[in-house]
């Protein structure tokens, strides 16, 4: 593999202030606004009949707080396939992630942001479609294909107007297995190919020029929508020339996966900031889903939906938008309304979650809400959901046969059931949860979902 000579990245956010931030942080220089002079007094004073000195002008006053985009937005959504939720920026010791890490302290950052559901094919199409897994027509199988009838965001964007274009590095996301629709292109790189089990390619050095490449042929005269997804910290875990050595055990490994990822997008983000585009784009980085390294003795990810199969990076470096860090829990089911706001659109009734708009400009604070995870059964995974509310997380099984209840604050490793230490909260987040989870409408998978030999334990991760 190709050595790469290190570079250095600098972002100039269009930031300006909002009010209501949770965890403020210092602007970027570049976003701040100059000082106002003091003004002067409006009141004549005596002045020699001679004078020819110009009158001393009144100050401007200071411009507004941005309680939402000064114009409708170009989006694009950059998913990390497998990033974990504890990051540099998160406290994560190496420094395995400096361009996002540095995109992130200029940006709005949810410390407690949350995949759908633990694995690729039901949480990007949840996020696509603005529902839960469990809503969509599906097929039954691990990788889930999803028929036309579906309606994902996308189309409304494309509906509308925009140019929208999507970038792979899995052949799972190829054009037919229904994620594709609203998308003007979709192209998966080249040279790869389809393994059930495990992911044996490197893509991000293919997958920047080929989202440039988008970038430089799409329309100049329309508004664009990009979704790209890295793949590089999925297993297997490959380590770099270009990262530091940390070494060969599979954190060590995932984490110069990271790296060399990171290093990728940077070179994304140096061409995008000298575009014309650039100051009127959002940017949202997150992850379709966590990973494990031997936490409740899982690896990789799917089978559950512990917080660290879950929880994931969530920020938003929008113009105008405060960089600040909000801490009230938040998930993908909100990001198809935020991005129909950003660009301006009215809301679609179909998406059910909230646009995070008004939140990332101050113009309101956090509200405390659930946030649902769904892991659909399916030909490798048994039915899994479970609910963040506060500090709280309820974990759910099956057909609701069985119930644990953690304090994520106290004990962010899920480790201490407490439904009979705090049965009163116990008890409320059972009657929380079927109010919430019964709100959302269930559709069995066509073909059928039966588990292959009725076992999970071996069953192929996407």
Not at 408 to 435: N, Q, R, S, T
């Amino acid at each position: 593999m190709r050595s790469h000579s290190a570079w250095v990245i600098g972002l100039a956010a269009v930031l300006g202030g909002c009010a209501g931030a949770e965890s403020e942080r210092p602007a970027d220089p570049a976003g701040e606004v100059a000082a106002s002079p003091t003004p002067v007094s409006t009141s004549e004073a005596p002045r020699p009949a001679a004078s020819t000195a110009a009158p001393t002008a009144t100050a401007e006053p200071a411009p507004k707080p941005l309680t939402r985009p000064a114009e409708p937005l170009n989006v694009i959504i950059i998913l990390v396939d497998s990033m974990r939720a504890d990051m540099p920026w998160a406290g994560y010791p190496r420094k395995i992630a400096p361009v996002l890490t540095e995109l992130e302290s200029q940006s709005v950052s949810y410390t407690r942001g949350y995949s759908l559901s633990s694995y690729t094919a039901k949480s990007v199409a949840g996020m696509l479609a603005g529902q839960y897994p469990s809503s969509l027509k599906r097929s039954g199988y691990f990788f889930t294909k999803y028929p036309e009838s579906n309606l994902f965001f996308p189309e409304v964007l494309q509906k509308a107007g925009a140019h929208t274009m999507s970038a792979h590095g899995h052949m799972y996301m190829k054009r037919g297995n229904g994620m594709d629709q609203g998308f003007d292109r979709w192209d998966v790189v080249d040279g790869i190919s389809f393994d059930n089990s495990t992911d044996k390619h490197v893509t991000s050095q293919k997958l920047t020029p080929l989202a440039i490449d988008m970038l430089d042929k799409m329309p100049k005269d329309k508004q664009f929508f990009m979704y790209l997804h890295y793949m590089d910290p999925h297993d297997q875990y490959v380590t770099h020339e270009e990262s530091p050595k940390w070494g060969t055990k599979p954190r060590d490994r995932y984490d110069s996966e990271m790296f060399y990822t990171d290093l990728w997008i940077g070179k994304l983000l140096d061409y995008a900031k000298k575009q014309p585009w650039w100051g009127k784009t959002a940017v949202i980085v997150s992850a379709d889903h966590g990973e494990a390294f031997g936490e409740h003795k899982a690896r990789r990810h799917a089978f559950a939906v512990w917080d660290v199969l879950t929880q994931v990076p969530l920020f938003f470096h929008v113009p105008g938008a405060k960089p600040r860090r909000i801490e009230t829990p938040r998930g993908h089911i909100d990001m198809a309304p935020t991005v129909i706001d950003l660009m301006g659109l009215p809301p679609t009734k179909e998406f059910v979650g909230k646009s995070l708009v008004p939140e990332l400009y101050g113009a309101v604070e956090p509200e405390t809400r659930p946030v649902l995870l769904d892991l659909p059964v399916d030909s490798n995974n048994p039915e899994r959901r479970a609910m963040i509310h506060g500090d709280y997380k309820l974990m759910v099984y099956g057909r609701d046969y069985r119930f644990d209840l953690f304090n994520l604050k106290e004990d962010p490793g899920e480790l201490k059931d407490l439904d009979k230490v705090e049965k009163e909260k116990f008890e409320e987040m059972k009657a929380l949860y079927k109010k919430t989870w019964d709100a959302v409408p269930k559709v069995a998978p066509y073909g059928g979902n039966k588990l292959i030999n009725g076992r999970i334990a071996n069953g192929p991760k996407d």
